[in-house]
């Protein structure tokens, strides 16, 4: 039974909850004084594109930060599931290309989403696909698991799980329909030090009550013959063989970058914090503090997660047979009254900051590439009321989703249904961002086939995956492999298909104009990596971030953990 809550920790709670909303109200008026009557689309989607790197990192990093790590990296930690820190680290990594490689390009074309990117580098039918694809992601990932998780942990809190979910939603709703972009990221950064110090807290009260690193490690040797494997190797192991169902390394080293390529180099939620920078080099550097601080996870949402578990076989702790409850469990049972409170109070705020993050690039979208090209004369404060009205109607949608995604996950772990359902999406919008950049001959042709053939094999497996959960798709059958192979395999396989048509069909049209691809492409061989050199600080702090990337898959491998 989980514990109670006190007054104490109620009165913390809401007095949290107070200070996001006047923080977010703050920074709205100081905003809107600033501009007066200059208020408009800018300023509202893309924070007056003045903010720092300091912003930019924090944001990056506390928008990312969702149901997906407070509740199910945690409960993966919990499985014994540690390759899902794979993909936090290799975040790390990715980001280092968003900075170095995409980011001069954004900027420099003063677009204000990918859609828009997308329409300039190739054609107004890919600008379609992507903001189309993008919302539906959104609806299928973001959005719907993120008020999932908020309600599970009001739940944990005794709240019924609809009402948590409402209240998750309409909380959310207010400051992001008011303040845009700008009070969005200002929250998170203040969030984002709640994350850290409060999943902080919870390992140190964790592996207190376990006596220590040395007590835990106690725990998992006791349990190695009840297990039935060796508990050490497998909860303290980045890597799984190439035959593992859920996280072989092929798939961890070729098949998760396709999907950070297009999460964290060409996603709208993502991206639109950077196109906020102040110039490049804030950009680059936002791109770069978020990298380091993507290290975090493992040992702040993970680790917690892995304690958890064996706190469950020392009888200290219950999870209910559901993983997922680790951290909110821990949080609930072992925090003093008081750090209890601030914490959950962080925890459903780190949420909401996610969701409202999303509302904002989904509105974003909705209003800047459908509404304003339908109607090319909107005023700057129609589109912001457009905008705002656009997040009502997407709380909707994602409320009415939840319960075929609770089918969706019969059997895995938030996280590895995320990643999932971006394997299925991401591959050809990768293929045609990544491939575009470097590639002149590709053109508009070429991209909509690649990303419709994409479209339908991704599809295709998302409807035969959800069937076979249900046993409906015979077993043994070409379509039970074709819904059965490993998520991270069939990413690979797709973006090498969608890749291929991107290639040959572009070949059987015309090569766009030079003045065409003029900053949508790499013009020189010297344009690229523009400013990598020792004597820029980024260089040495890439490295820096790299070094510590492998020191990490190092100490976590077989070699050094497994027996």
């Given at each position: 039974m989980f514990a109670t809550l006190s007054t104490i920790d109620l009165a913390i709670i809401a007095a949290y909850f107070i200070v996001v909303f006047l923080l977010a109200g703050w920074v709205t008026i100081q905003e809107r004084r600033?501009?007066?009557?200059?208020?408009?689309?800018?300023?509202?989607?893309?924070?007056?594109?003045?903010?720092?790197?300091?912003?930019?990192?924090?944001?990056?990093?506390?928008?990312?930060?969702?149901?997906?790590?407070?509740?199910?990296?945690?409960?993966?930690?919990?499985?014994?599931?540690?390759?899902?820190a794979q993909f936090e680290l290799l975040a790390s990594l990715i980001l280092m290309l968003l900075g170095w490689v995409f980011v001069p390009f954004y900027i420099k074309s003063g677009v204000f989403t990918?859609?828009?990117?997308?329409?300039?580098?190739?054609?107004?039918?890919?600008?379609?696909?992507?903001s189309v694809i993008s919302i539906i992601a959104y609806v299928m990932t973001k959005i719907s698991i993120t008020i999932f998780a908020g309600a599970l942990v009001f739940e944990v809190m005794g709240v019924p799980f609809w009402t948590g979910a409402m209240i998750v939603v309409i909380a959310t709703g207010i400051y992001t329909i008011f303040g845009g972009l700008r009070a969005v990221v200002y929250t998170d950064m203040m969030q984002m030090f709640v994350l850290v110090g409060g999943a902080v807290a919870a390992?140190?009260?964790?592996?207190?009550?376990l006596g220590g690193w040395e007590g835990m490690m106690t725990v998992f040797h006791e349990a190695d013959q009840s297990l039935g494997y060796v508990s050490e190797s497998r909860f303290f192991n980045l890597w799984r063989p190439m035959s593992d169902p859920d996280f072989p390394w092929t798939g961890i080293l070729f098949g998760a970058p396709i999907l950070g390529v297009w999460y964290w180099c060409t996603d709208q939620f993502i991206v639109q914090r950077v196109l906020s920078a102040k110039d490049i080099s804030n950009a680059r550097k936002g791109t770069l503090f978020g990298g380091f601080l993507k290290i975090l996870p493992l040992?702040?949402?993970?680790?917690?997660?892995?304690?958890?578990?064996?706190?469950?076989?020392?009888?200290?702790?219950?999870?209910?047979?559901?993983?997922?409850?680790?951290?909110?469990?821990?949080?609930?049972?072992?925090?003093?009254?008081?750090?209890?409170?601030?914490?959950?109070?962080?925890?459903?705020?780190?949420?909401?900051?996610?969701?409202?993050?999303?509302?904002?690039?989904?509105?974003?979208?909705?209003?800047i590439d459908f509404y304003k090209k339908w109607k090319s004369t909107s005023s700057e404060r129609e589109l912001v009321f457009v905008g705002q009205a656009a997040t009502v109607v997407l709380v909707g949608i994602s409320l009415a989703w939840i319960p075929f995604m609770r089918v969706m996950m019969e059997g895995s772990s938030f996280y590895q249904y995320l990643q999932s359902i971006q394997a299925y999406i991401s591959p050809p919008i990768a293929a045609a961002f990544l491939l575009g950049l470097f590639i002149?001959?590709?053109?508009?042709?070429?991209?909509?086939?690649?990303?419709?053939t994409g479209f339908f094999l991704g599809i295709a497996r998302l409807i035969l995956e959800f069937q076979k959960n249900l046993?409906?798709?015979?077993?043994?059958?070409?379509?039970?492999?074709?819904?059965?192979?490993?998520?991270?395999?069939?990413?690979?396989?797709?973006?090498?298909?969608?890749?291929?048509v991107l290639i040959l069909m572009s070949l059987l049209a015309p090569q766009d104009s030079p003045e065409k691809l003029k900053n949508v492409t790499y013009e020189k061989p010297e344009d690229r990596l523009t400013g990598f050199s020792p004597a820029n600080t980024d260089f040495w702090l890439t490295l820096l971030l790299i070094a510590a990337i492998l020191t990490l898959w190092i100490v976590f491998s077989p070699l050094v953990m497994g027996r």
């Amino acid at each position: 039974m989980f514990a109670t809550l006190s007054t104490i920790d109620l009165a913390i709670i809401a007095a949290y909850f107070i200070v996001v909303f006047l923080l977010a109200g703050w920074v709205t008026i100081q905003e809107r004084r600033a501009k007066a009557q200059n208020y408009g689309s800018q300023d509202y989607f893309l924070g007056g594109k003045n903010l720092g790197w300091f912003v930019i990192g924090a944001s990056l990093f506390a928008s990312n930060i969702g149901s997906e790590h407070l509740v199910g990296l945690a409960g993966s930690g919990a499985r014994g599931d540690m390759p899902a820190a794979q993909f936090e680290l290799l975040a790390s990594l990715i980001l280092m290309l968003l900075g170095w490689v995409f980011v001069p390009f954004y900027i420099k074309s003063g677009v204000f989403t990918m859609p828009e990117f997308l329409e300039r580098r190739y054609s107004p039918g890919a600008r379609t696909y992507l903001s189309v694809i993008s919302i539906i992601a959104y609806v299928m990932t973001k959005i719907s698991i993120t008020i999932f998780a908020g309600a599970l942990v009001f739940e944990v809190m005794g709240v019924p799980f609809w009402t948590g979910a409402m209240i998750v939603v309409i909380a959310t709703g207010i400051y992001t329909i008011f303040g845009g972009l700008r009070a969005v990221v200002y929250t998170d950064m203040m969030q984002m030090f709640v994350l850290v110090g409060g999943a902080v807290a919870a390992t140190f009260y964790g592996l207190e009550a376990l006596g220590g690193w040395e007590g835990m490690m106690t725990v998992f040797h006791e349990a190695d013959q009840s297990l039935g494997y060796v508990s050490e190797s497998r909860f303290f192991n980045l890597w799984r063989p190439m035959s593992d169902p859920d996280f072989p390394w092929t798939g961890i080293l070729f098949g998760a970058p396709i999907l950070g390529v297009w999460y964290w180099c060409t996603d709208q939620f993502i991206v639109q914090r950077v196109l906020s920078a102040k110039d490049i080099s804030n950009a680059r550097k936002g791109t770069l503090f978020g990298g380091f601080l993507k290290i975090l996870p493992l040992f702040i949402f993970v680790i917690p997660g892995v304690i958890a578990f064996a706190l469950s076989q020392k009888g200290l702790l219950s999870l209910d047979g559901d993983p997922d409850k680790a951290l909110p469990a821990m949080i609930t049972d072992f925090l003093p009254p008081g750090l209890k409170g601030l914490i959950l109070a962080g925890l459903l705020a780190a949420l909401m900051s996610s969701l409202s993050s999303v509302f904002n690039s989904c509105s974003t979208l909705f209003t800047i590439d459908f509404y304003k090209k339908w109607k090319s004369t909107s005023s700057e404060r129609e589109l912001v009321f457009v905008g705002q009205a656009a997040t009502v109607v997407l709380v909707g949608i994602s409320l009415a989703w939840i319960p075929f995604m609770r089918v969706m996950m019969e059997g895995s772990s938030f996280y590895q249904y995320l990643q999932s359902i971006q394997a299925y999406i991401s591959p050809p919008i990768a293929a045609a961002f990544l491939l575009g950049l470097f590639i002149k001959r590709i053109n508009a042709k070429g991209a909509i086939w690649s990303l419709w053939t994409g479209f339908f094999l991704g599809i295709a497996r998302l409807i035969l995956e959800f069937q076979k959960n249900l046993g409906n798709v015979a077993e043994g059958s070409l379509l039970y492999y074709y819904a059965d192979i490993n998520f991270l395999h069939f990413a690979i396989v797709l973006f090498v298909i969608c890749s291929i048509v991107l290639i040959l069909m572009s070949l059987l049209a015309p090569q766009d104009s030079p003045e065409k691809l003029k900053n949508v492409t790499y013009e020189k061989p010297e344009d690229r990596l523009t400013g990598f050199s020792p004597a820029n600080t980024d260089f040495w702090l890439t490295l820096l971030l790299i070094a510590a990337i492998l020191t990490l898959w190092i100490v976590f491998s077989p070699l050094v953990m497994g027996r």
